[in-house]
């Protein structure tokens, strides 16, 4: 019952204050959701991330939170930091039979992101393939599976308003400061309209 929920609760956060202890004490401020309450640990595990630049892969580690993906690069029993995205604010493309030309699967996310006062978003995006040997766990169903669920399960209320505070935060200062929606909300009056009335005279200076 309760007892069982509280104790598997408990254990999951000793488990992700663990994960959280195998970065170094500099990168741990780039993970600080591995110690929020709110975040639930999904999984953990291998991915072959496809490096660009070299056309190589690079083994490394994800860590799936309920609404964000760490990945790490592991030496031995550490992690170190390599980047992370907003599951909320990216998109993930899974591709099944492969390219075309080879039919390994592979999925990309795509991370994306416009700050105030941009005119374009920016992406930013991440390939990976995954262990397609017999028996491995970490497999192309496995991370798909847990990716998409995590992904869905994200369109709920209360993240939904978090993510809005934010943006409401960001914008805030390039309308009105605090003061301002304070002194107006002061001197605040409603007036009700009916349909037909007139609201304000074309050409009426406005006080």
């Known amino acids: 019952g309760d007892i069982d929920k509280g104790k598997t609760r408990y254990d999951e956060l000793y488990r992700l204050q663990g994960l959280y202890e195998r970065f170094t004490v500099a990168e741990r401020p780039n993970v600080q959701e591995l110690v929020d309450p709110s975040s639930i640990l999904i999984t953990e595990g291998p991915i072959l991330l496809l490096d660009t630049v070299s056309n190589s ?31 909320y604010k990216c998109i993930i493309n ?12 592979y999925i990309i996310i795509t991370e994306l992101s416009k700050g105030v006062g941009d005119s374009l978003t920016t992406e930013v995006s991440h390939t ?46 390039e309308l009105l400061l605090k003061r301002d929606w304070d002194l107006l909300a002061v001197g605040a009056q409603v007036t009700q309209y009916s349909k037909g009335d007139t609201i304000i005279t074309k050409g009426a200076d406005i006080q």
């Open 57 to 87: 892969f690079q083994l490394r580690h994800f860590i799936l939170l309920s609404h964000m993906l760490i990945c790490a690069k592991k030496k031995k029993d550490n992690f170190s930091f390599k980047w992370k995205v907003d599951l």
């Open 94 to 105: 899974y591709h099944e039979n492969g390219d075309g030309v080879d039919d390994t699967p």
């Open 128 to 173: 990976f393939f995954t262990f397609s040997e017999e028996g491995c766990e970490y497999n192309y169903e496995f991370w798909r599976d847990r990716l998409y669920k995590t992904q869905t399960n994200l369109l709920d209320v209360p993240h939904i308003s978090l993510c809005a505070n934010e943006i409401v935060n960001n914008l805030q200062p």
